[in-house]
């Protein structure tokens, strides 16, 4: 059973390009979690996703960043006109709440963003 | 605002002794999960705690969730050096967001 896969592992971009981090959640997960962490500091949500929709929101800069869960594929964050202080290691994480109860959430192994 | 504090934040000690890591919240979670995190990887379930007095056991490892849900404990009994790194403590509240504790980096010296 595979786990979260995220790609790609490591990202370079320069100052004002933009960004793509793509998530496949564990098989039988419907429900999706971006969370961030920058360097010696512990991981802080951003958005929770399901099928299509957004559900929450509120950890998501206002501006430049953007998440989708399309019906098909895997889910998408976008980061426009990436800064240096966008470099951090985002990490996707899969839930089956709902289906059978659990909280649990499991991580892919992240995608370290580097801003130039 | 962090509403879970992880204690210590970092922690050295030798090969053999025992450990105890706290994660403390004046908030009520459905559940609380412990991750092992290696540098460069995303972080590894260790444990998921969900009833109030609950303890769970993984070999050297004790796991205890607070009878009012507020808060958890991770003791390590006589800690290896593979036991060495990252140690996260998050809180849920259903299908919603984990909140994480700050970390405690764990150094086990042979």
């Known amino acids: 059973n595979a786990g979260v896969m995220q790609n790609p592992r490591h990202l370079v971009r320069r100052r004002g390009q933009e960004a793509r981090l793509r998530c496949s959640p564990m098989?039988?997960?419907?429900?999706v979690y971006w969370y961030r962490q920058l360097p010696e500091e512990g991981l802080k949500f951003m958005v929770y996703l399901q099928k299509e929709n957004i559900i929450d929101e509120s950890g998501m800069p206002k501006e430049r960043f953007s998440a989708e869960f399309p019906k098909e594929g895997p889910s998408i964050l976008r980061i426009q006109q990436v800064v240096r202080g966008d470099s951090a290691a985002y990490f996707c994480a899969s839930s089956t709440y709902g289906t059978s109860g659990t909280d649990t959430q499991y991580f892919g192994p992240g995608t370290r963003l580097t801003v130039l | 605002t962090q509403l879970l504090e992880q204690s210590p934040q970092f922690l050295s000690i030798q090969e053999g002794e025992n450990l105890t890591v706290y994660c403390n919240s004046s908030s009520v979670f459905s559940s609380l999960q412990w991750y092992r995190q290696e540098p460069g990887e995303g972080p590894v379930l260790l444990v998921t705690?969900?009833?109030?007095?609950e303890v769970k056991k993984l070999k050297r490892l004790t796991f205890q969730f607070g009878d009012a849900r507020k808060d958890s404990s991770l003791h390590i009994t006589a800690a290896q050096p593979g036991d060495t790194g990252l140690y996260l403590c998050a809180g849920a509240r259903g299908a919603q967001k984990l909140v994480f504790g700050q970390g405690t980096r764990l150094t086990i010296n042979p």
């Open positions: 098989k039988g997960h419907s429900h």
């Open positions: 705690v969900v009833t109030g007095g």
